[in-house]
């Protein structure tokens, strides 16, 4: 167990800290990190140092990553995440692209030749990018690198179109590549005019697009030169693609023919631009309001990239919380793990100092599984760092996973109590306060009675606890339009009060303003 996320981040700076890398590749890396003036994840692209080997060099390189930058931050698109921040200092050794942190699964993940996508879910994979191109273009910025391993499949189907404008800002096309010896993975989707060095255009990124789209319509790439980055850019320069039909019956001739039309060498003879594109797939996506096919679905782990063209602008899905569990290292010894938790609850309590609820509590879950596996999951520290990471989101704002924190604290200390003790019954409680605050009164209620049942029979009407769940039940019912049974809890708590704290104390008064207020409501 490293508890790589577990002790201080990595400062970038003043405001961004690095916490866990994503992903690295020849020109830099990615990782997950936060920003620490809004308490949010994001995802920083730091680049390589040694991309910047001259004065003159870094002076071109400073114009072109603002301008890049800049214009990469106009793509108004959902498919696009959101570019927060740009940043070169002025030595030169420090570049990096702070964005939007996509949670998602890569395409690749889901390219296989053993089991090809459905039609629809190929074709609907594809309209997303070219909208998404549709949009860049039209600035215009040419991504440059479209790959699968740039497209992101979110868990409700949205594809994510990733690193616009990185090639540009590096200045990574195929001549500079070949030169400085990095391996070609993006030359299986490289258009002739790019493998040349010359113009690169719109249409450039039309050709990759089609490679994508032959490749999740038959597994395969169009041209498979193994590991040999020059075999594979020489057939892009001078080999025919293979026609979809020839490789997979079920491919509609129109959706080959646009497919081909994509992979021309000519860019003059490539579709007009990525809408054109958009509106020859429309064919092929299903209707709105339209079911999806159970005998579709390649893979449960692959969400349905058809439900953005099914059900437009739908809500957001109902969270799978089983599948959201915190993902840990390997086991870990007793030890181990409580050193990786004091060093989380130390470094959770500086972040709360700040104000940064949300870096608090990643904080915590970055050592659940682990602390729990060493220790098991009901043992008295494992309940506590849950219950204090579930209090965090619920100070930070995120109710509903707090709640779903809650009720599992709830039961487990059911069962250890062996009924409902203390901490039982304070979970109950904060179960009852987060579905308040998400606009579930029913949902409130029930719990805020069965813990004040309860505590009346243990501590009293005069305990403060007790005071403030009558006061609590009193307020939803008067929100819930129950007036009559609100005055009815308020009316006797406000002469329980005024007999304890007297007539002037700010929480009689409090009470006695809310029934003033609900007695004007009735007349």
């Not at 990782?31 to 680049?47: C, H, M, N």
């Not at 214009?71 to 995440?81: E, L, S």
Request: aromatic fraction near 6%; proline fraction near 7%.
């Amino acid at each position: 167990m490293t508890g790589r996320a577990v002790v201080r981040s990595q400062a970038l700076s003043d405001r961004y800290e690095l916490v866990e890398e994503i992903d690295a590749g020849a020109m830099g890396q990615i990782w997950r990190g936060y920003d620490a003036v809004l308490d949010r994840e994001v995802a920083i692209k730091l680049i390589r140092p040694d991309i910047v080997s001259s004065a003159e060099q870094a002076e071109a390189l400073a114009k072109r990553f603002h301008r890049e930058a800049r214009v990469t931050a106009r793509i108004r698109h959902h498919g696009v995440p959101q570019v927060y921040d740009a940043v070169l200092d002025r030595s030169y050794t420090q570049l990096y692209l702070v964005m939007e942190l996509v949670r998602g699964t890569p395409l690749t993940e889901f390219v296989s030749p053993d089991n090809p996508l459905p039609i629809s879910w190929a074709v609907a994979v594809t309209a997303q990018i070219a909208a998404v191109l549709s949009h860049a273009h039209a600035i215009p910025v040419v991504h440059r690198d479209l790959k699968p391993a740039n497209v992101m499949v979110t868990t409700d189907g949205t594809v994510k179109v990733l690193d616009f404008g990185i090639a540009a800002i590096l200045g990574t096309d195929a001549t500079r590549l070949t030169a400085t010896g990095v391996p070609m993975g993006t030359a299986f989707y490289m258009s002739p005019e790019q493998i040349q060095g010359v113009q690169v255009s719109p249409r450039s990124d039309l050709y990759a697009l089609g490679c994508i789209l032959h490749e999740l319509c038959a597994g395969t790439p169009v041209f498979d030169g193994g590991s040999d980055g020059s075999a594979i850019m020489q057939q892009h320069l001078f080999a025919k693609p293979p026609p979809l039909r020839r490789l997979r019956a079920d491919v509609p001739a129109e959706l080959e023919r646009l497919t081909l039309e994509l992979l021309d060498k000519r860019p003059r003879q490539r579709p007009r631009n990525a809408r054109s594109v958009f509106e020859r797939l429309i064919p092929f996506l299903p209707t709105r309001g339209s079911r999806p096919d159970p005998a579709e679905r390649p893979t449960e782990r692959m969400p349905d990239p058809t439900r953005p063209y099914r059900d437009p602008c739908a809500p957001r899905p109902y969270p799978e919380w089983a599948r959201m569990r915190p993902v840990g290292e390997a086991s870990a010894s007793i030890g181990e793990a409580q050193a990786a938790l004091n060093a989380a609850l130390a470094r959770s309590d500086e972040l709360l100092d700040e104000g940064r609820y949300s870096q608090a509590a990643d904080v915590l879950k970055s050592v659940l599984t682990p602390v729990t596996e060493a220790l098991g999951a009901e043992n008295p520290r494992v309940l506590g760092l849950r219950k204090r990471r579930a209090a965090i989101l619920m100070i930070g704002g995120d109710f509903q996973r707090a709640l779903h924190e809650f009720e599992w604290l709830a039961g487990a200390y059911s069962r250890l109590e062996e009924g409902y003790g203390t901490d039982c019954l304070e979970c109950w409680r904060q179960v009852a306060y987060c579905r308040a605050e998400l606009g579930e009164v029913a949902g409130a209620l029930q719990p805020f009675r069965f813990v004040l049942r309860y505590l009346r029979e243990r501590k009293g009407d005069g305990d403060e606890v007790v005071l403030d769940l009558r006061r609590d039940i009193g307020s939803l019912l008067a929100v819930d339009g129950q007036t009559p049974r609100a005055v009815a809890v308020l009316q006797p708590l406000h002469e329980d009060l005024t007999v304890l704290y007297g007539p002037e104390h700010p929480r009689t008064l409090e009470v006695r303003d809310l029934l003033a207020r609900l007695r004007s409501a009735g007349t």
